[in-house]
């Protein structure tokens, strides 16, 4: 099983990025999904996660209302939309599956699979 992410890169404050997600090897479209993030000399912190269905989303307080996450259970991918980038959003990107549960709150030590990461950097 392999969680490519991809779409990180640097962007000023104020701007945007797409990130994605790829899943291969098998399929979690029964599985909640999520994103995390990790800067340096800090611990990894929760961003988003999204239900098998999609319809159910939620965000850590940071991101609210400027993070949007989505899903294509076709295409096994799960996608991050960062609007209104702060510098403090700098971070190592990492896309995660815990395949035991359907619905969020994704927790950390839950995780079954993680991806191998994509470096965001906001300047100001």
């Known amino acids: 099983v392999q969680l490519q992410a991809s779409g990180g890169g640097l962007v000023q404050a104020g701007g945007s990025l797409r990130l994605s997600c790829a899943v291969s090897?098998?399929?979690?479209?029964?599985?909640?999904m999520g994103w995390f993030r990790q800067a340096p000399g800090k611990e990894r912190e929760f961003v988003a996660a999204?239900?098998?269905?999609?319809?159910?989303?939620n965000y850590a307080n940071s991101v609210k209302g400027r993070f949007t996450i989505s899903r294509d259970n076709v295409k096994n991918t799960v996608y991050l939309q960062m609007n209104s980038l702060k510098p403090e959003d700098s971070a190592v990107y990492l896309c995660?599956?815990?395949?035991?549960?359907?619905?969020?709150?994704?927790?950390?030590?839950?995780?079954?699979?993680w991806g191998q990461g994509t470096q965001v950097t906001v300047s100001s």
């Open positions: 995660a599956v815990d395949q035991h549960k359907d619905y969020p709150p994704l927790s950390s030590r839950a995780v079954d699979f």
């Open positions: 090897g098998r399929t979690f479209s029964t599985s909640v």
């Open positions: 999204i239900s098998w269905s999609g319809y159910t989303t």
